[in-house]
């Protein structure tokens, strides 16, 4: 626990630390376990401790049958968590919405993959938003998106 707040609440509320070493803030960190560890009692619990402000998506419940309006909602959940800065993104289920393209068998999968690449990659460091995605399989992510996270896996 100790880690992970040090992971989140150190950008958060010091984010001139990473600048003035000349190290960017991780911006994610991917917790899994299984079901009932507490993954999101952990991710509300640090955005509780360092005052940031909390956006919880649960991964199924962002899917549509509407062409492009799954991504239109990721795209609101990344630009609401800047506006409200700072903030802590938590995506439950995250393996449900981003399992490895390879395995997707529909297009709003891959198209769901692609959103949260580029919404990550855009991330500025003095955003001051951190993403927290959680996951009883780790390893169905896919390994592109995996590569934000600056652990690779706290495992609770």
Do not use: W
Not at 14 to 22: A, E, M, N, R, V
Not at 43 to 52: K, Q, Y
Not at 123 to 143: C, E, F, Q, W, Y
Request: hydrophobic residues 40%.
């Amino acid at each position: 626990m100790a880690q992970i707040r040090e992971l989140v609440e150190l950008p958060l509320r010091h984010p001139q630390l990473f600048k003035s070493i000349g190290v960017k803030p991780p911006k994610g960190i991917l917790l899994y376990g299984p079901p009932g560890s507490g993954k999101t009692l952990i991710a509300r619990a640090v955005a509780n401790e360092t005052g940031a402000f909390f956006f919880c998506i649960n991964g199924p419940e962002i899917m549509s049958k509407l062409a492009g309006e799954s991504e239109s909602n990721l795209r609101k959940a990344f630009e609401e968590a800047e506006k409200n800065a700072p903030s802590i993104i938590f995506i439950d289920e995250l393996d449900s919405i981003a399992p490895k393209r390879e395995k997707t068998h529909g297009e709003v999968g891959r198209r769901i993959v692609s959103q949260l690449l580029t919404l990550m990659d855009g991330l500025k460091s003095r955003a001051h938003v951190i993403v927290m995605g959680a996951t009883n399989r780790p390893n169905s992510i896919d390994p592109a998106l995996r590569r934000f996270y600056l652990i690779n896996g706290h495992k609770l």
